[in-house]
């Protein structure tokens, strides 16, 4: 007779084979999944990052924020793919603006204590897909976002403070975006002067349990007062960003 385990391995075969792919939240191990939950799911291709570069609104540029990102993913073992941070860039002269949702892939992402198994146990979570969680229909903006704190965990699968947690407060995370991923016209910085400025400039950010800024929007729920570490701290962040993985 075969075992339970037996059974589920080959049923897990079966659905990866078809190119399904199921998440989320922590559960029992699967095949070729970590045993623990301290120890990222090979299913990552989302999160949020633990710690700051630590320069305020200057993350050395998209490339920075980009090798933050990889290096993050790589100290819990997900450095074989290529991962983006979740950042817009405004336009410049010669250069032109760079939207955040078009460097992050199409999805669908899921987080860090993402598990096949999770779906047997019939405690499946939406993953996130990239229309969606912009709103870009008329049907996907009703339903709203399916970001929320539970998902946004950082690369080693903990939560991110937000209102009402333990301070400090580190759910302002830094975006450079509209609502809809892209970024704002040229004029106004909302970027730290396109991530180089720890001074002058302002960033705009989102609220990783969506709670704050008048729209509950994980990307785009407020403005710095400036872009010194000091800045983003009373904002209510630390300078940290999204990082999604396009492979």
Known sequence: MRTIQQMLASLVIALTG???AFAQGPGAPGPGLPESDDIPSSLMTFFVTSEPIGDGGNLGGLEGADAHCEALA???????????AYLSTQERPGQPAVNARDRIGDGPWY??????LDYLNR?????LIKSQIHGD?????????N???QFALTEHGELV???GDPLPTLHAILTGSLTDGRAFPPGEDRTCNNWTSNGEGAAQFGHSDRIGGGNQSWNSAGTTTG???DDLVSSGGAGLFYCFAID
């Open 18 to 20: 078809t190119g399904i």
């Open 74 to 84: 790589a100290a819990v073992g997900q450095g074989h793919k290529t991962w983006r």
């Open 111 to 116: 987080h860090s204590k993402a598990r096949i």
């Open 123 to 127: 405690r499946l979570n939406r993953p």
């Open 137 to 145: 229909t008329l049907l996907e903006a009703q339903r709203g976002s």
């Open 147 to 149: 970001m929320s704190k």
């Open 161 to 163: 403070n937000g209102i």
């Open 227 to 229: 872009c010194s570490q």
